[in-house]
Nanobody, 121 residues
Framework: QVHLVQSGGGAVQTGGSLTLSCAAT????????MAWFRQVPGKGRVNIAR???????NYHRSVKGRFTITKDNSKNILTLQMDSLKPEDSAMYYC???????????????WGQGTQVTVSS
């Protein structure tokens, strides 16, 4: 069992930056892969960034070059640094932890409570 607590997010203007954090407690094998998803009303959740302990991070094309995901394995904290934000980045963001070592795009593990990011033009 894994418990995820998210922090950060909020409102910012276009071009600004925000940082999301996710603190994980519980079973380490269930946090071998961690990721950030986002969802806008009426659409499905999209895996925008993911990382495991063995490989380089993987980014969705919509955020590559602007967002950076990092995982502190010693503290089990996942961070998403979001730079050059655009209005289309506005969404509810979710932290996910999964035991899937392949850390694929589709994850069905444990989810954080979600945090809203709003980017105004």
């Amino acid at each position: 069992q894994v418990h995820l607590v998210q922090s950060g997010g909020g409102a910012v203007q276009t071009g600004g930056s925000l940082t999301l954090s996710c603190a994980a407690t519980g079973s380490s094998p269930d946090t071998v892969c961690m990721a950030w998803f986002r969802q806008v009303p009426g659409k499905g959740r999209v895996n925008i960034a993911r990382v495991n302990s063995d490989t380089n991070p993987n980014y969705h094309r919509s955020v590559k070059g602007r967002f950076t995901i990092t995982k502190d394995n010693s503290k089990n904290i996942l961070t998403l640094q979001m730079d050059s934000l655009k209005p289309e980045d506005s969404a509810m963001y979710y932290c996910v932890a999964d035991s899937n070592r392949a850390c694929t795009e589709s994850l069905n593990g444990f989810w954080g409570q979600g945090t809203q990011v709003t980017v105004s033009s």
